[in-house]
């Protein structure tokens, strides 16, 4: 268990839908990322906040966006969903902002876009 | 990821024999590297990381090894168990600005009991 939760666990919906997936980091932890994995790929960096800033910003679509709270926790928004949206996505949360240290990845959200 | 890539897609190993897995990567200001273990259904664990001013670096059944000359990194397992069974990913930074990790698309490992 590597302390970062993540909610839910499993999503089903359909095109054109709204979908919010929460992220609670690692006690302590004030950098969060959120990652896509689609089938047989691998992780596709999409957002990386810092302390409720934004601090990196990946491969996200503008139909997606994320914010972190004051709590620490974040939320990832993906709006207007495709077929193509259905993936796994993770967040991962490390101590700070720097890119150079190990990342700890949550169970993931299993997204399914019918 | 782009040039973060795998030799060997797939890989079966015997239990009990020791498996490598390896990865190239292509930026040579790169300066730490990361192993992941992903199990299905799971979210990528951490296994052993290392800087790029070592070249070996051992955990519990674990060692990775970094040929910067080459820009190869490599994860041994030693004794493999069936339990070792995952796709493994690479991960760099690339020391370039904010830029987080970056991950390769990954190697199955298949033990056969």
């Known amino acids: 268990d590597s302390g970062v939760t993540q909610t839910p666990k499993h999503l089903i919906t359909a095109t054109g839908q709204r979908v919010t997936l929460r992220c609670s980091p690692r006690?302590?932890?004030?950098?969060v990322y959120w990652y896509q994995q689609s089938l047989d790929q691998g992780l596709q960096f999409l957002i990386q906040y810092y302390n409720g800033e934004e601090r990196a910003k990946g491969n996200i679509l503008e139909r997606f966006s994320a914010q972190q709270f004051p709590d620490l926790h974040s939320e990832l928004n993906l709006s207007s969903l495709e077929l193509g949206d259905s993936a796994l996505y993770f967040c991962?949360?490390?101590?700070?902002?720097?890119?150079?240290?190990?990342?700890?990845f949550g169970p993931g959200t299993r997204l399914l876009v019918l | 990821g782009e040039n973060v890539g795998l030799h060997l897609p797939t890989l079966s190993v015997q239990e009990g024999d020791n498996s490598i897995i390896n990865c190239a990567y292509s930026n040579s200001a790169s300066d730490y590297f990361i192993w992941y273990k992903q199990e299905s259904g799971k979210g990528p664990q951490f296994i052993i990381d290392?800087?790029?001013?070592?070249d070996k670096r051992q955990g519990q059944r674990v060692t990775v090894l970094l040929n910067k000359t080459v820009k190869h990194l490599s994860l041994q397992i030693a004794a493999t168990q069936p339990g070792d069974s995952a796709v493994y990913f690479c991960?760099?930074?690339?020391?370039?600005?904010?830029?987080?990790?970056?991950f390769g698309k990954g190697t199955r490992l298949s033990v056969i009991a």
């Open positions: 991960a760099e930074n690339r020391n370039s600005g904010n830029t987080p990790l970056v």
């Open positions: 006690s302590g932890d004030l950098s």
């Open positions: 290392i800087r790029s001013n070592m």
């Open positions: 991962a949360s490390s101590v700070d902002w720097a890119p150079a240290q190990t990342q700890y």
